[in-house]
């Protein structure tokens, strides 16, 4: 097979050396358990993580302008989360997503975004730039709680990107099976809530 798929030029004739290790022996990951049970599903891998494209922007003010329309957008839908009705007496998860709100409201995050954007920067680039002194920044920290915070910026910072490229954030469940099991390196609360909880069958989390 190896020499077939060289010959046809799929594959360079330095790429089918013999490999080391034990692919095909089963792997056991230790983790932590959150919920007992058994979950069925289909494995789904979230990746939410906008990307951007343009960088630099031809007009600042009307970069600002998408800016404050895309923050209204953003307020607007996790004011829904909230209001949900399986939100409403959900205790500790409402609490946590109201804390969410807040960041969502930090002037201070807002006010860095619309500093780069008179950089020269589009409001996709902004966000994208702070997002990453954030990172760079929380990634120093030793308090777990400020580390654990990070999570919510890095969700926050992708929902607005959502926003300023058009995109709601909202997962059809029309596109995910019935039942799935989602495979994730971190979530933040908004990004969970995002899914379908009657199909959401197990999460599992490489941190957070």
Wanted: aromatic fraction near 6%; avoid cysteine; proline fraction near 2%.
């Amino acid at each position: 097979m190896r020499d077939l798929l060289a010959g046809e030029n799929l594959i360079g004739i330095d790429e089918h050396k013999e490999g080391g290790g034990h692919a095909l022996l089963p792997v056991t990951l230790d983790g932590v358990r959150l919920s007992g049970g058994i979950a069925v599903g289909k494995a789904i891998q979230h990746e939410q993580r906008a990307q951007v494209l343009t960088l630099v922007a031809e007009d600042t003010e009307e970069e600002k302008n998408r800016l404050n329309l895309a923050v209204g957008e953003m307020h607007k839908s996790i004011d829904e989360m909230l209001e949900a009705k399986e939100m409403v007496l959900a205790g500790e998860h409402r609490e946590v997503l109201k804390t969410y709100r807040l960041f969502a409201e930090d002037a201070g995050w807002l006010a860095r975004i619309k500093e780069a954007i008179n950089t020269g920067l589009t409001a996709e680039a902004g966000v994208e730039k702070v997002r990453n002194d954030t990172q760079a920044r929380f990634g120093k920290q030793t308090n777990p709680y400020f580390r654990e915070r990070l999570h919510d910026f890095n969700d926050l910072a992708n929902r607005f990107l959502q926003h300023l490229l058009g995109k709601n954030g909202v997962i059809n469940k029309e596109d995910l099976p019935e039942k799935f099991i989602l495979f994730a390196r971190n979530m933040g609360p908004a990004e969970l809530l995002d899914y379908d909880r009657f199909q959401l069958s197990g999460l599992v989390l490489e941190g957070g």
